[in-house]
């Protein structure tokens, strides 16, 4: 046999075994899209539970590049109880962009069909996992590229959280170049729920027209309307509002002791909902000691009773007015001495 045969034998040899093993990375990089697919089918959001196994099998051990993206979302479920870290509201975001995505690229021939999987893990089931990402506080979500290590990989800032899945499904499509289409958020009412209140309302019907055409609604008695009068007035004057939009906590725990609680923060850039309740309280002693003033007092005839409630109230509203002043001046550092002449402080 002449060289020249030996140097082709070794060069097809040497072919056959580079296609055999390009072949079975291919198969074993199919089958990791395959068992992702088939797990993100499984669940009803479309977010993959993974726990230490899984993060060895499909990003500490898998090939690079690997044919797919991870996003993961770190979770802990005995910090959802704190109002602060909102773990909770973000799961649900997460799981509503995870199942968007997944709709919206059901189709095999979409070009982001199994490119992108959702995974979410959980403290307790995997702590070595959070040790290798380095998570050291939450809330935290990891993207995780083809190319990519674990400690390589992309952490979504805090900004990215501003307006929750939309603002997730921008960060994904600027860094993946994936699309993740339309956000579809669930119905509040499922059809059937939908059909039962319906059908409820039609044959409820009847009997409220009677009572309206009566005048023995809710609506007709003045003390609902009182009622409700009163609980405007606290909504309005609590800061109620501001609560239920920043999600405020009621309180929050001592930083130097956690067995304690604080009511009141110190500070005019976050107020809590202690805080608010306790203001609207004391607005409302005096809108009510007001109202009972100029509507009903008048109507009694003995000045002595006249006199005696006016000092009352004038008492009262007076000291629940300097109350309100004394915690602006604390939690803004700003003085406050309109009611009487400086030469007095």
């Known amino acids: 046999m002449t060289e020249f045969q030996r140097l082709s034998q070794f060069f097809f040899f040497v072919t056959l075994f580079s296609l055999a093993t390009l072949s079975g990375f291919a198969k074993s990089d199919s089958e990791l899209v395959s068992e992702l697919l088939s797990l993100q089918s499984r669940s009803q959001s479309g977010v993959i539970r993974f726990d230490d196994r899984s993060v060895s099998r499909f990003l500490s051990s898998a090939k690079t590049p690997r044919p797919y993206w991870i996003l993961i979302f770190f979770d802990a479920a005995q910090l959802h109880d704190k109002q602060e870290l909102h773990l909770r509201d973000l799961r649900e975001e997460f799981s509503v962009v995870a199942s968007s995505f997944v709709t919206n690229n059901q189709d095999p021939s979409s070009p982001s069909h199994g490119k992108l999987f959702f995974c979410d893990i959980e403290f307790k089931e995997s702590q070595n996992s959070f040790s290798h990402f380095g998570v050291n506080a939450l809330p935290h979500i990891r993207l995780i590229g083809p190319h990519q290590t674990l400690k390589e990989s992309d952490q979504m800032d805090q900004g990215d959280f501003s ?183």
């Not at 170049?177 to 339309?182: E, Q």
């Not at 019907?205 to 009572?211: A, D, E, I, S, T």
């Not at 999600?247 to 009511?263: W, Y």
């Open 163 to 345: 307006r929750l899945a939309e603002s997730m499904a921008e960060f994904i499509e600027s860094r993946t170049k994936l699309v993740v289409g339309p956000i579809n958020r669930p119905p509040i009412l499922s059809k059937k729920q939908l059909a039962f209140i319906i059908f409820a309302w039609l044959i409820w019907m009847p009997f409220l027209v009677k009572k309206i055409l009566g005048g023995k609604t809710l609506l007709h008695d003045p003390k609902i309307w009182l009622t409700g009068a009163v609980f405007v007035y606290f909504f309005s004057v609590s800061g109620a509002m501001h609560n239920i939009i920043r999600k405020m906590p009621m309180f929050l725990a001592d930083r130097n002791d956690p067995s304690k609680l604080v009511f009141f923060y110190q500070g005019s850039g976050m107020q809590l909902g202690a805080e608010g309740f306790a203001i609207g309280f004391l607005y409302t002693i005096v809108g009510l000691l007001l109202a009972f003033v100029t509507r009903v007092l008048v109507l009694i005839r003995n000045k002595t009773v006249q006199r005696g409630f006016m000092i009352f109230a004038l008492f009262v509203s007076f000291w629940a007015v300097k109350k309100v002043i004394y915690l602006d001046n604390w939690k803004t550092g700003y003085g406050i001495h309109a009611f009487w002449p400086s030469s007095w402080n």
